[in-house]
């Protein structure tokens, strides 16, 4: 399983966002490694893209010529077409059309036999010349660097004829060296998507050759992880409290450690810890070092992130974390009512980051730490533009855990990141918890809005479904900066999409019926409540219309409603929304979260 798993770990992200984050990565390294081996890597980026674009470009106009032949409906309509677009001197269409007349070939044979003859003509999309890399490279000037960089990435015809198949899945050696030198001046990149999926392992490899970069390099990886993971959350949730490098200590335990990021959301905490480390080849295969890199990369992690919740659970007070930058971080734990953990990877580790509890059912990790979502940066970033509210990024990072922990499925985050959109993880919408979920290829689903196409079409960004009425909840949470918001919309977002529908059916049966009182007294309000089960939480949704003349009794009419809908349900929270039908506050005239262990 392990060996399936690693074989699709391939490309680090989309395009776009894998060339932006290497180039931010090595940006600060720039000098140093042009001072040792004479090239900057963004410019080498570029010149790589460049010839590979011509070469796609190349390849484009071949696609074009071959459809140019395919369309004719005779013979020598074919023939003449082909002619017309490829010098071939071995056909003419008087040969070709004896072959018809005298051998019995049909008209199909003729369109396969010029559709592979073409096929020859198709190699020179992917050949270049020695110097069309290092003149693509900005800076000319250094032109017997650039040669000899690119040298390094090029392997002799017939190079790898020793070579041990068994390992070309996992660790093949063209990941590194992508070119065949086919002549001395003529190079040839045969997949040239291999530059995207592999550019981060090409240039660790080139700066490697020097020890001195190589350990600049591997500190720059942490800094860089921590400083953009930093930036994407607080990015996305500006009002959300950021705390870095909080070292702690929990003598009740006989534990300490230093903590990556703590965001503090209202009442929610998230507990980040990140990891710039990677799988080497060997561990890929399923080597003996397996386990002690998953030891190192995704067990740690989650030990030390669990270490610092129990902390700030077991001492619900305020807290001043020292930080190795000098600053001290204040935390006040006394108003976390959840707290989540989350390890975030500089590299993408496939199916084995969502894969927890088999890794420990197979003893490649520790049995006795709880599972925590480790998601890579790009998968994270991708997370963060794709959910359009910060509730349904919360809300999946929270249930995410409970998943990995309670369903039997194959797939990697992406995959996962779609079946959420699709179900919201919500017990409802999924199968028997027996069932093995195979989650493969549902990523796909994300191409077309991330990649794009060459028409500039504009795709629609895949979402969640969700009510009219949710949406509009959402909208006056955030605009209003309401206490608990964050916890109330985990709580609505439990709720399935056809639920939430027939709930603000009902709510509008009952408001209706409300409208057309003539007095209302307490004892008379009527109101309608769902129960909203997740393995995170047991909740109940409570929707309440009333008159103008109730709402100033409207905290006693909440908090009734709430213990009734949670005795009925067995509910330990109740969310009451409250609607003054009269005046037609809409979505809601107040929204109440209520804990049956503080009633």
């Not at 060996?3 to 180039?23: A, D, F, S």
């Not at 918001?485 to 977002?493: A, P, Q, S, T």
Request: glycine share 4%; with cysteine; charged share 25%.
């Amino acid at each position: 399983m392990l060996r399936t798993h690693t074989m699709v770990v391939r490309n680090w992200g989309y395009e776009e966002q894998t060339i932006r984050v290497l180039k931010q990565l090595y940006e600060p390294l720039e000098e140093a490694i042009e001072g040792e081996l004479g090239i900057r890597v963004c410019l080498v980026v570029d010149a790589v893209r460049s010839q590979l674009e011509s070469a796609g470009q190349r390849l484009q106009e071949h696609v074009t010529r071959v459809k140019s032949f395919m369309k004719p409906k005779t013979v020598e309509g074919a023939v003449e077409a082909y002619l017309r677009v490829f010098k071939d001197n071995g056909i003419q269409v008087e040969v070709v059309r004896s072959w018809v007349r005298d051998n019995g070939w049909t008209f199909e044979n003729v369109r396969v036999m010029l559709l592979n003859r073409s096929n020859s003509f198709l190699l020179t999309a992917f050949a270049f010349e020695a110097g069309d890399f290092v003149n693509a490279y900005s800076d000319t000037a250094i032109a017997p660097d650039v040669q000899r960089m690119f040298s390094n990435w090029a392997m002799e015809l017939g190079e790898l004829r020793d070579s041990n198949r068994h390992h070309l899945l996992l660790a093949n050696p063209i990941w590194l060296r992508p070119i065949i030198r086919a002549t001395p001046n003529i190079l040839f990149w045969p997949i040239l998507s291999l530059f995207q999926g592999f550019c981060f392992l090409l240039f660790e490899a080139l700066i490697s050759q020097s020890p001195a970069l190589k350990q600049k390099y591997l500190k720059r990886r942490g800094e860089f992880l921590e400083q953009y993971t930093s930036q994407l959350f607080q990015q996305r949730f500006p009002d959300a409290e950021c705390f870095k490098g909080s070292k702690w200590e929990n003598p009740d335990a006989g534990e300490k450690g230093e903590n990556d990021l703590l965001l503090i959301f209202d009442s929610i905490a998230l507990i980040v810890e990140e990891k710039s480390g990677a799988i080497n080849p060997i561990a890929k295969r399923g080597g003996l070092s397996i386990k002690q890199e998953i030891e190192q990369l995704i067990t740690e992690a989650t030990k030390q992130a669990h270490a610092f919740a129990a902390l700030l659970r077991d001492h619900p007070r305020k807290h001043a974390f020292t930080t190795e930058r000098g600053a001290v971080n204040k935390v006040d734990a006394s108003k976390i009512k959840q707290i989540f953990c989350l390890t975030i990877t500089l590299e993408r580790f496939g199916p084995i980051a969502t894969q927890l509890p088999g890794l420990q059912a197979a003893g490649l990790a520790r049995p006795n730490v709880p599972p925590v979502p480790t998601v890579s940066l790009a998968d994270l970033e991708i997370a963060l533009e794709l959910f359009a509210t910060p509730y349904e990024l919360l809300h999946y990072l929270t249930r995410r855990a409970a998943f990995e922990l309670h369903r039997q499925f194959i797939g990697d985050e992406l995959d996962l990141l779609v079946y959420y959109l699709q179900t919201g993880f919500a017990e409802k919408s999924l199968p028997d918890s027996k069932v093995l979920l195979v989650l493969s290829r549902l990523r796909s689903k994300l191409d077309p809005f991330f990649m794009g196409s060459s028409d500039d079409v504009q795709f629609e960004r895949p979402k969640r479904s969700l009510s009219k009425w949710w949406q509009q909840i959402f909208e006056a949470l955030d605009r209003k900066g309401v206490r608990r918001r964050y916890e109330i919309g985990c709580v609505l977002l439990d709720m399935p999409d056809e639920d939430q529908h027939a709930f603000e059916d009902q709510f509008g049966e009952l408001s209706t019926k409300v409208k057309q009182q003539l007095h209302s007294t307490f004892e008379n309000v009527e109101a309608i409540w769902n129960p909203v089960k997740s393995a995170v939480l047991n909740a109940v949704v409570v929707a309440t219309p009333v008159l103008t003349e109730i709402y100033p009794k409207r905290d006693l009419v909440v908090r009734n409603f709430a213990e009734r809908a949670m005795i009925e349900t067995g509910a330990d929270q109740a969310l009451v929304i409250l609607v003054d039908v009269e005046l037609e506050h809409w979505p809601y005239s107040g929204i109440y979260l209520l804990d049956k262990a503080l009633m």
